[in-house]
């Protein structure tokens, strides 16, 4: 009944009872927090936009970059075609092509961590030292 009477007197003064006040507060913060969010997700759409442009870009400019190295890399083929011949041309080719493809591979696998032979065996070899068979 007191707190009846308290909401009564500040109510006759003019003033908001205090849950009110509290009640409105959160309102803010919550219309405030949705303001923000919403912008932060406008900004991160804009950027997400501008960086697939800009993937895009780099992709186009990788498969032009590509079609000009080919081309440039033509010329002593076609140098080693008039010396060698076709058929010695392409064993060339395709040997040095292999072997690079193959470094390339080895290189990549040890990057990544995945063991390669190598490293098995090493593995196995100190798996044994531990144990001592």
């Excluded at 011949?85 to 292999?98: E, F, R």
């Amino acid at each position: 009944m007191s707190a009846d009477r308290d909401e009564q007197t500040t109510a006759q003064q003019g003033e908001r009872p205090l849950g009110d006040a509290f009640a409105q507060f959160g309102e803010d913060v919550a219309d405030s927090l949705r303001s923000e969010f919403e912008q932060l997700r406008a900004e991160a759409a804009d950027r997400a936009r501008s960086g697939a442009r800009g993937a895009g870009y780099l992709a186009a400019a990788g498969v032009t970059g590509a079609v000009a190295a080919g081309a440039g890399l033509m010329l002593p083929i076609l140098g080693l075609r008039r010396l060698l011949g076709p058929g010695a041309t392409a064993v060339v080719v395709a040997a040095g092509a292999g072997s690079a493809s193959a470094y390339l591979a080895k290189r990549g696998l040890e990057e990544l961590g995945v063991p390669t032979e190598a490293a098995a065996e090493r593995v196995k070899q100190a798996a044994k030292d531990a144990v001592g068979t």
